[in-house]
């Protein structure tokens, strides 16, 4: 497992040169961001995606499962000058109260692959973006290299073999239970497998939802992997981004921007 999924400060610092890097000069093409906007992040985890948008004078709200993960936000924000502009909160997205609350601008960034019933989510999630709002995602197609997030096995074979999650389930999970001794990790990989999203099941449920997509981008190399791995982010070129079967097979990161 690499250092960074163990120390969480770091992991923060990454979501933040991220977003501050390319989601947001990816963005100012379709919505401007400053004091009048409001942000919600989905799956926000620590919120280190939400930092630059805060700094920015936005009012943001970063929304998550995990209530471990919000008291680490909470204490990574203590002392940030806009925090009376933030609102971190620990819930299920289907059981959250906004009072009525919609969002200029709804932000998910490796997160709608984790999410069973993409379907349903997709449907479900309208309600919080206003009627011209603007909603960002960008996730790993489920047929690139590393589409089943191996690279936090343990087992640094595992964590540096690519594709191997493309196997039927059977013997992905014998493969895993080999070289894999944690079974929470097993359990994660394989409900990452069941979740895990393509670019066509995505557009799919896009167009069945009627969203339109305002922008879509797909890159051999996903931006987050500079700060990951130092590697320059590069946009797939235009031939194998109309071929869907090369596109799926080489596509790191997909960026969309969609609106109702």
């Known amino acids: 497992m690499q250092e960074r999924h ?9 979501q933040e040169r991220t977003t501050q890097k390319y989601v947001i000069p990816y963005l100012s093409e379709v919505i401007k961001t400053g004091p009048q906007t409001r942000v919600l992040e989905i799956g926000c985890a620590e919120a280190g995606n939400l930092k630059p948008f805060l700094d920015l004078g936005c009012k943001v709200t970063g929304i998550d499962i995990s209530c471990g993960r919000i008291e680490l936000a909470r204490e990574f924000y203590a002392n940030h000058p806009q925090k009376a502009n933030l609102e971190l909160i620990c819930e299920d997205i289907y059981k959250v109260n906004l009072k009525g609350r919609t969002f200029d601008l709804i932000v998910m960034r490796d997160v709608i692959e984790h999410i069973p019933n993409q379907e349903v989510f997709m449907g479900f999630v309208k309600k919080f973006l206003k009627p011209e709002g603007k909603f960002f995602l960008a996730f790993p197609p489920w047929q690139n290299p590393f589409g089943g997030h191996q690279q936090i096995c343990h087992s640094k074979f595992l964590s540096k073999l690519p594709y191997f999650h493309l196997l039927p389930r059977p013997v992905y999970k014998f493969i895993l239970s080999v070289f894999e001794k944690n079974p929470k990790r097993i359990e994660g990989l394989l409900e990452i497998k069941d979740t895990g ?18 922008k879509r ?44």
């Open 6 to 14: 163990k120390n969480k400060e770091r992991y923060f610092a990454e």
């Open 197 to 214: 999203i393509s670019i066509d099941r995505f557009e799919r449920i896009l167009k069945k939802e009627n969203y339109s997509i305002d």
């Open 217 to 260: 981008t797909f890159f051999l190399i996903n931006p987050n992997y500079e700060t990951k791995f130092g590697l320059k982010p590069r946009r797939q070129c235009k031939l194998v981004s109309v071929v869907p079967w090369l596109r799926n097979f080489f596509t790191t990161a997909a960026y969309y921007v969609i609106s109702k």
